[in-house]
């Protein structure tokens, strides 16, 4: 069963008559082709790309399964009422104000997708999964690429900037987010952006960072020692390993998300450190670096076979300096655990 068979599968469980598909993520899922600027719609026999002139072209030639509607021409309340629609499904976090305000106050219903098409997209195909290597891959060899240049003197942008030019060297088409250099004080922010910090010796340095292969991103945390450092970030440092190492080998199929999440907390609380790792444990990744769902002790899914997710425990000690270690992995239909990411675990002292 492909994407749009599952989607309509779903749509006839809640009686929806259509589903007007917004979030890019889910757009370039379901083209397999990025930087299209429009609207879907499914109905339950047919699939329209609603935009305009500059993607015509495109379209034709990469989705022509879909037919296209020209927003220049067909106003989209006009063309939602030519399909007969009585139940409109919306995905209202990625939906502006001025589209919305065509949809209200028709004839029909406006229902919350609920991440619809998002839950389709947790679980992975091996051709899916195999980008996420990919991008992984790159991430790993980054990784291996950018100790050399860490060092005091250097500054949190230059690191920052040299790996995202190696990573498109690599073949990255982009980077998964801005890539996070945090050193010093600054690695007991989580998410610190790279600024003109010198790094400086007896600090950690947190490099978190992703990048974009064909589409699928990776998501990857290492923390390194410039030279010695203290003992209590010694000490936090090996309790978040051993932490990421537990969480990892008591993961199962089908287990809550709440409860890995939970284990991992409770897991760091018990060694002192619990109000200090303040975020939560992991997420999926693919088409989004942080695509749904979530790992934290608000998740309602339970963990498929063939999700790429990350296990990203940390601890941070305000105005001191903190740790994190993060990888991508996913479980196999035997629920046996693989590593995605493979840059080196334990503490890196250069």
């Known amino acids: 069963m492909n994407s749009l068979d599952k989607i309509r599968q779903e749509m006839q469980a809640v009686a929806v008559d259509a589903l007007l598909i917004s979030r890019p993520a889910n757009l370039s899922y379901l083209l397999d082709f990025a930087d299209y600027e429009g609207l879907m719609i499914i109905t339950l026999n047919e699939q329209y790309l609603y935009t305009d002139g500059r993607f015509f072209a495109q379209i034709q030639a990469l989705a022509p399964q879909f037919q296209i509607v020209d927003m220049k021409e067909h106003p989209l309340a006009d063309f939602l009422k030519s399909c007969a629609v009585h139940k409109l499904m919306i995905e209202p976090d990625f939906l502006n104000v001025t589209t919305f305000r065509q949809l209200e106050h028709q004839s029909w219903s406006v229902v919350d997708s609920s991440n619809l098409v998002e839950k389709i997209r947790m679980v992975k195909t091996p051709a899916e999964i195999a980008k996420?290597?990919?991008?992984?891959?790159?991430?790993?060899?980054?990784?291996?690429?950018?100790?050399?240049?860490?060092?005091?003197?250097?500054?949190?942008?230059?690191?920052?900037?040299?790996?995202?030019?190696?990573?498109?060297?690599?073949?990255?088409?982009?980077?998964?987010?801005?890539?996070?250099?945090?050193s010093g004080v600054h690695s007991a922010m989580p998410h610190a952006t790279a600024t003109n910090k010198?790094?400086?010796?007896?600090?950690?340095?947190?490099?978190?960072?992703?990048?974009?292969?064909?589409?699928?991103?990776?998501?990857?945390?290492?923390?390194?020692?410039?030279?010695?450092?203290?003992?209590?970030?010694?000490?936090?440092?090996?309790?978040?390993?051993?932490?990421?190492?537990?969480?990892?080998k008591q993961l199962h199929l089908n287990q809550p998300l709440a409860e890995i999440d939970k284990f991992a907390h409770d897991y760091i609380a018990k060694r002192g450190f619990g109000p200090e790792f303040?975020?939560?444990?992991?997420?999926?990744?693919?088409?989004?670096?942080?695509?749904?769902?979530?790992?934290?002790?608000q998740s309602i899914e339970t963990l498929p076979a063939q999700m790429t997710f990350t296990i990203e425990p940390g601890i941070y000690l305000p105005n001191h300096g903190g740790v994190r270690i993060e990888d991508d992995l996913y479980l196999d239909t035997a629920g046996q655990v693989h590593f995605l990411t493979n840059a080196k675990r334990e503490l890196i002292v250069l």
């Open 198 to 248: 010198v790094l400086a010796a007896h600090e950690l340095v947190v490099l978190d960072y992703g990048f974009v292969y064909q589409g699928y991103d990776s998501d990857i945390t290492r923390t390194v020692a410039l030279g010695s450092v203290d003992p209590q970030l010694q000490q936090i440092y090996q309790i978040v390993l051993e932490a990421q190492t537990a969480i990892i």
């Open 132 to 182: 996420v290597q990919a991008a992984a891959q790159i991430a790993d060899q980054v990784f291996d690429h950018i100790l050399k240049y860490l060092q005091p003197g250097q500054t949190e942008l230059a690191i920052a900037t040299e790996m995202e030019h190696y990573g498109k060297k690599l073949g990255a088409t982009a980077t998964s987010f801005p890539t996070i250099v945090a």
């Open 278 to 297: 303040m975020h939560g444990t992991g997420h999926s990744v693919g088409r989004e670096c942080h695509e749904y769902p979530t790992m934290n002790a």
